[in-house]
């Protein structure tokens, strides 16, 4: 248009939310979908009473029915040839392409451990240390490690009506060009993810925990609505169906 205004809508982009203090405290790590895949499959796994081919079917079965456990798959791709146009713009893709947002979506399927600030300032203490820590300073206490902790809670963003919280399952990378220094440029991630509930969560005293249990809930009333929406369909189709 003349005016430079679009009337087109903005178009939202998936993401995947870490809550996590490996970094630089309790700050999301939020890796935004460059492109929104095309094609998203879902899974959704049938619950059966006991003793009804539980062992023939590879179901899983309880004493009480519970949400379907629901899985995703889905690609995406990263390419940092528009953002290399720009160098003044992106000097994190001039050095190492797409190399930052392949990390960020790897470290998910770590377990998490102190933040780098407070890995950092572990190295500096345990360097004042004599005889393994015989000063008292850094090595944890009485010398013991530090226990490693557990994967970070993730929370998988389609739009306002589809946020779960999510465990990776499988991860692959296809690198596809390279820069001078070998930092990949173009790659494709195929990613399988698996939804987490409740009660997955043991303990609802961290905040991150406590978040994904409301995104879950949220997500779940959600498709309660539009499930009773679709009411009004039901009604038409039985009138159509009427011969008067």
């Not at 970094?23 to 939020?30: D, K, R, S, T, Y």
């Not at 390279?178 to 987490?196: D, E, H, M, N």
Request: proline share 9%.
């Amino acid at each position: 248009m003349p005016n430079g205004y679009s009337r087109s809508p903005k178009l939202l982009k998936g993401a995947l939310i870490e809550f996590s203090e490996r970094f630089l405290g309790p700050i999301p790590n939020v890796i935004a979908f460059q492109y929104n895949p095309e094609t998203m499959v879902r899974n959704l796994e049938v619950w059966q009473p006991p003793g009804a081919n539980s062992q023939t079917s590879g179901v899983s079965s309880t004493a009480q029915p519970q949400d379907p456990p629901e899985t995703f798959s889905l690609q995406l791709e990263l390419d940092a040839t528009d953002a290399l146009e720009e160098p003044a713009s992106h000097p994190v893709a001039v050095v190492s392409g797409v190399a930052d947002r392949l990390a960020a979506m790897e470290m998910l399927l770590y377990p998490q451990e102190e933040s780098l600030l407070g890995g950092l300032l572990g190295s500096v203490t345990g360097s004042l240390s004599v005889g393994g820590g015989s000063l008292g300073i850094g090595g944890g206490i009485g010398g013991a490690p530090v226990p490693r902790g557990t994967v970070p809670v993730v929370l998988f963003v389609w739009g306002p009506g589809r946020i779960i919280p999510v465990r990776l399952t499988s991860f692959s990378v296809e690198e596809q060009a390279y820069s001078p220094t070998l930092f990949p440029i173009r790659a494709k991630v195929s990613i399988g993810l698996k939804v987490l509930t409740k009660h997955d969560f043991c303990s609802t005293d961290k905040l991150s925990e406590k978040l994904a249990v409301f995104a879950y809930e949220y997500t779940r009333k959600q498709k309660q609505v539009l499930a009773a929406a679709n009411i009004a369909n039901t009604v038409e189709s039985i009138l159509g169906l009427l011969p008067f």
